[in-house]
């Protein structure tokens, strides 16, 4: 079973979504442009799992590979590792018509990327995401960055991929709690844009439609990057769940996962939109029962004045506005600009 989908951003590019894609990566690439140097991006947990099976492809279809392994985890994803990488490149003589390729989940792709959009002012880079986060999110779209000590994702770039391959196989040895915070980000599309994606979801059992549900969610996030892919307006409707979320996130220091944090923002954002009367229809016992099933938290031990200190408080005393994602109903979302010290009431009436 194979389905791709073709992303007409700044750059048009294919996402194609099969099971054991990786071990024909090297024809794939092949059939796009000639021979060259590839710059395989992993870090050391998928390395031992993937590396030499898509470096085999690579050589078999006469393509020159190097290598680049860091340390996994987010604190991989800064300007160090990234400086190494670079630096790496130059010694092995990485040209303009050589290609990146990321190999790994969302922190191995947004660091890459970022590496392959600043690198001789850009060169070609192919993803390969092997977490469900990064074939449903963060491989699609073109967003790419590193953290700075003063926060995640403040430096980068929006530079597309020239192609996506997503191997489905390789999501057979995650953790499960890393393939349940990806099925976060899917509930999130099912709640925004499709009822019918939160309905095959809903449940828990995924693992058998998997193929359907990572093409739809792609199908998803590249209609949003076409209409908005510089993040001006449409595509922050993407940030259902994550406004609280990053709250909570950051109350937790970080101890609560990205994914984790996601689906109890989702829950309080989804309950205050109901009880403040914003939305026609009250989704949350949906989304409870939907992250229940997919092995996900409902809510944290913090209060809304904690959630709204740890991220809001400076934007309140700098006045303005922000954009909260509300659930109109299932499958649709909207945003509502509101008052900065208006989200401390929004986050109570979700709690
Ligand atoms: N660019 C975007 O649009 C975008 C969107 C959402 C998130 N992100 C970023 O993505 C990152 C999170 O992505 P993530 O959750 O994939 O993190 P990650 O890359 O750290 O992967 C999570 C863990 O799973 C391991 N792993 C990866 N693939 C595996 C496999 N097949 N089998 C076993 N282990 C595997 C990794 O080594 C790591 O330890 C964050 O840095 C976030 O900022 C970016
Ligand atoms: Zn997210």
């Known amino acids: 079973m194979s389905a791709t989908v073709r992303v007409n951003a700044s750059g048009s590019y294919d996402v194609v979504i099969e099971k054991g894609i990786m071990s024909r990566a090297g024809e794939c690439c092949k059939a796009l442009f000639g021979t060259c140097k590839m710059v ?4 050391d947990k998928v390395a031992p799992l993937y590396l030499e099976k898509v470096k085999t492809s690579f050589t078999s279809a006469g393509y020159d590979t190097v290598e680049f392994i860091f340390k996994n985890g987010e604190e991989s994803k800064n300007i160090d590792t990234l400086s190494q990488l670079l630096e790496f490149m130059a010694e092995n003589r990485v040209t303009r018509s050589d290609t990146v390729v990321a190999l790994g ?4 792709g947004d660091m890459a990327g970022f590496a392959a959009a600043v690198f001789l002012r850009g060169i070609r880079f192919v993803q390969m995401p092997t977490t469900l986060l990064a074939m449903v999110d963060s491989s699609v779209g073109g967003k790419t960055a590193v953290d700075l000590k003063a926060g995640k994702n403040l430096a980068g770039a929006f530079y597309q991929p020239d192609l996506v391959l997503c191997d489905y196989d390789a999501l057979d040895t995650l953790e499960p709690e890393t393939f349940a915070e990806g099925m976060a980000e899917v509930i999130k599309y099912g709640v925004i844009f499709d009822k019918k994606l939160f309905d095959l979801v809903k449940n828990g059992d995924v693992k058998k439609d998997i193929e359907k549900i990572i ?11 076409e209409a908005d892919e510089h993040d001006k307006g449409e595509r922050q409707l993407l940030n259902f769940g994550h406004t609280i979320g990053h709250a909570v996130e950051k109350c937790s220091n970080f101890g609560i996962s990205h994914g984790n944090a996601v689906a109890i923002g989702m829950v309080i954002a989804a309950k205050a939109s109901h009880n403040l009367g914003w939305v026609s229809e009250n989704c949350t016992d ?6 229940k099933n997919n092995s996900l938290p409902v809510k944290s031990e913090f209060t809304a004045e904690e959630l709204f200190d740890v991220t809001l408080n400076d934007k309140k005393r700098a006045g303005g506005t922000i954009s909260l994602v509300i659930p109109e109903v299932m499958g649709n979302c909207v945003l509502k600009k509101v008052p900065v010290e208006q989200v401390l009431e929004f986050i109570k009436s979700g709690i």
């Open 215 to 225: 093409t739809r969610c792609v199908e998803l996030k590249r209609d949003v990057v």
């Open 105 to 108: 989940g969302g922190v191995t």
């Open 40 to 43: 395989l991006v992993t870090d």
């Open 286 to 291: 949906d989304i409870i029962e939907a992250l």
